[in-house]
Nanobody
Framework: QVQLVESGGGLVQPGGSLRLSCAAS????????MGWYRRAPGKQRELVAV???????KYADSVKGRFTISRGNAKNTVYLQMNSLKPEDTAVYYC????????WGQGTQVTVSS
């Protein structure tokens, strides 16, 4: 199994920034994508950003221009830089690794509030 460890969530004021990080470890799967989903209260999960093994990225329209997904120096490490945060970004953010099986982190709470 792949274990995903997340960090970086917290409380931030509107317009502020946070950087989430996620590192995958455990059994050696071929991971083809890593990304971030979020789930806000009363809403279904939505894909925020994903980065594929070849380096291409995809973003939700709601975060384009504000969020950036990137890979770290270590393999199977991914970051989500979140700038210009809005209250509607408040959610639990989950790291995702796509392989033969799909793996999920425990989630980290992001709260954007004044």
């Amino acid at each position: 199994q792949v274990q995903l460890v997340e960090s970086g969530g917290g409380l931030v004021q509107p317009g502020g920034s946070l950087r989430l990080s996620c590192a995958a470890s455990g059994s050696s799967f071929s991971i083809y994508s890593m990304g971030w989903y979020r789930r806000a209260p009363g809403k279904q999960r939505e894909l925020v950003a994903v980065i594929f093994s070849e380096g291409s990225t995809k973003y939700a329209d709601s975060v384009k221009g504000r969020f950036t997904i990137s890979r770290g120096n270590a393999k199977n490490t991914v970051y989500l830089q979140m700038n210009s945060l809005k209250p509607e970004d408040t959610a639990v953010y989950y790291c995702y690794a796509g392989a033969t099986l799909n793996f999920w982190g425990q989630g980290t709470q992001v709260t954007v509030s004044s």
